[in-house]
């Protein structure tokens, strides 16, 4: 085998290996959350509240990337549940803020405390010299993959 296949199959290896990492931990997380009586969508969405009290439904769409139709679904879902409830904006009627109650900061409290077993869990054994190297290759490949995202993005414009 020359050098360049070598590196080929190397390249493969590792990008397989990091795609199966991401797959097993959203298992397992979701193995997990499933534990907080709710569903994927509704734990992400309900995160998001917790980090931004109060935001509006366009602004958590905007943040989340998705669109405000999606996020109504899933409000109404969480609102019925008992999550969250919505307040008229004064200075807008036309708005909402979103505001999470008691039952929705148990389940965020909950998911936090899974969050980090989980971590601790993953990183059994690693020094942090270790965690450190690999927080800066991991940097090197996401730098790596948002200039390929923009030049599919700049592809798309031109066409």
């Known amino acids: 085998m020359d050098t360049n296949q070598v590196n080929e199959i190397s390249n493969k290896k590792i990008i397989h290996q ?4 991401a797959l097993k931990h959203r298992r ?15 734990h992400r969405l309900l995160m998001e509240i917790a980090r ?3 935001a509006s439904q366009n602004d ?4 989340m990337d998705v669109s405000a139709a999606t996020i109504a679904v899933s409000l109404k879902k969480l609102e019925k549940g008992g999550y969250i409830y919505r307040v008229t904006d004064e200075a807008d009627n036309r708005l909402n803020k979103i505001t999470i109650t008691e039952k929705g900061n148990a389940v965020v409290e ?3 405390k899974i969050f980090r077993s989980t971590d601790q869990k993953v ?5 942090e010299e270790e965690k450190h190297t690999l927080s ?3 940097h090197k490949l996401d730098v790596n993959l948002d200039k390929m995202e923009e030049e599919l993005k700049l592809k798309k414009e031109r066409t």
């Open 18 to 21: 990091l795609i199966n990492f």
């Open 28 to 42: 397992i997380m979701q193995n997990y959350l499933d534990e907080t009586g709710v569903y994927q969508a509704q």
């Open 52 to 54: 931004n009290p109060n």
């Open 60 to 63: 958590i769409a905007r943040t």
């Open 110 to 112: 909950q998911s936090r």
């Open 123 to 127: 990183f059994a054994g690693f020094a």
């Open 136 to 138: 800066v290759l991991l």
